[in-house]
């Protein structure tokens, strides 16, 4: 099929961007960060030695999020596409996903990914469509506990939060005006329904369960919307909490501003620089807590993962080398150099790595995350409209607006409709 045929069908899109690849190379469509930790100088380029063993190059062609994702979509549509691996977010793992896409289960049984068994199975799991496995995980960002040890201190705490009784507790302790300044307990910027799901994974709460049941009205859901209410009535959240985005509570955090956010566990690096940050080196990170009343039933709190996989269009001319590419990329040797480049590792075995180690002093209570951890919603069409009616709902209930379970009445009927 030539260029400009090409070009014709994908509706104007603009191909001369990707390079027309030779025999000779595999192309990989992918955010910048999947190419910096795959080819870093710190841990070495996790795809040189499969190159030199194949003969095959490896040709990134790097987008922001959103451009990658149309691009990918694009050209996976095609009758015919260049490109054989593409990165995609596990909130894509939609059926869309499975008609673009190659099934990767008979690649699996042939020639398999080394130890499967040792990546989380909260990722892989999040990679299926219909119960068939369509991308393996790369790449994850897994939710903790931050806390400033300093301020926890001043005011009389020698140790983070042991339950998430405990943590309610101190937000509210660590709300005061410290050398005249406003110190709030407990950071959170937005309402973000990923956020709120992952507080209240506490209570091992869900919004939409895995086969698709919307509970949001239920118990769980209802204790940590009660809590998050009673939080910011006592002042232990900022009081501007829908206005204020991710980077303003980074900088609360730097600033002394608060004293405990609930976030990205590679976040511990910003909150720590000692640039930027009034409290270097006294930030800590630790996995959320669970409330007492499930103590039973997790050590810490399953808060939320988000991750990147690995998959190969169904339209690309060369999927046997792109999955032999995936495993090599896919497997321990190749995870622990990523992850020494930067990677959020996917494998559990990562952690045990003694380099790694000395670089994420939050290294095994990210281990412990990872280990109960799941997605936020489950990937579907709607999945973006119900996330906003949560956000929106649970805005209501914190701000006083509505009462708590009227408002998780209003979205549990409201998201209903979506998941039919």
Not at 10 to 32: M, Q, S
Not at 140 to 158: D, I, K, P
Not at 165 to 176: L, Q, V
Not at 362 to 374: G, H, M, N
Request: with cysteine.
């Amino acid at each position: 099929m030539s260029l400009h045929r090409r070009s014709m069908l994908a509706a104007g899109l603009a191909l001369a961007a990707t390079p027309a690849r030779a025999e000779d190379k595999l192309t990989v469509f992918a955010h910048r960060v999947h190419k910096t930790v795959a080819t870093g100088a710190q841990g070495g380029d996790i795809t040189a030695a499969w190159s030199k063993t194949t003969g095959v190059g490896v040709e990134w062609v790097t987008f922001e999020i959103a451009p990658l994702e149309e691009r990918l979509y694009r050209e996976a549509s095609l009758p015919e596409t260049n490109v054989d691996i593409g990165f995609v977010l596990n909130t894509q793992a939609t059926e869309r996903m499975a008609r673009l896409f190659e099934p990767l289960d008979p690649f699996m049984a042939r020639a398999p990914i080394e130890d499967p068994g040792d990546i989380f199975p909260g990722l892989m799991q999040g990679m299926k469509v219909g119960g068939t496995q369509y991308a393996i995980p790369f790449r994850h960002a897994s939710s903790g506990l931050h806390y400033n040890e300093v301020l926890l201190a001043e005011r009389g705490f020698t140790a983070p939060p042991a339950s998430v009784e405990d943590f309610i507790a101190m937000a509210k302790a660590c709300t005061w005006q410290r050398e005249g300044q406003p110190v709030v307990g407990f950071v959170m910027g937005g309402l973000g329904y990923a956020d709120i799901i992952a507080f209240a994974r506490a209570w091992d709460a869900d919004y939409i369960t895995a086969d698709m049941k919307v509970v949001a009205n239920q118990p769980p859901m209802v204790a940590a919307i009660t809590a998050m209410r009673e939080m910011y009535a006592a002042g232990a959240m900022p009081r501007n909490l829908v206005a204020i985005n991710g980077e303003d509570v980074n900088i609360w955090m730097q600033q002394g501003r608060g004293a405990m956010i609930i976030g990205g566990m590679g976040r511990n690096a910003i909150y720590n620089d000692p640039q930027k940050s009034r409290f270097a080196g006294k930030i800590k990170t630790v996995p959320f807590p669970v409330s007492r009343s499930i103590a039973g039933k997790y050590k810490v709190a399953p808060t939320k993962v988000e991750f990147w996989g690995m998959a190969i269009p169904r339209a690309s001319r060369h999927k046997e080398q792109a999955w032999s590419l995936i495993r090599a990329m896919a497997n321990k040797e190749s995870t622990r150099m990523a992850a020494i480049n930067g990677n959020g590792p996917v494998r559990n075995s990562t952690y045990d790595d003694a380099e790694l180690r000395r670089m994420l002093p939050y290294a095994e209570a990210e281990r412990q995350v990872l280990l109960v951890s799941r997605v936020a919603i489950p990937a579907f069409d709607n999945a973006a409209k119900a996330g906003d009616l949560l956000q929106e709902e649970v805005q209501a209930a914190v701000l006083g607006m509505k009462p708590v379970k009227q408002a998780l009445d209003d979205v549990t009927e409201r998201a209903s409709k979506l998941v039919t």
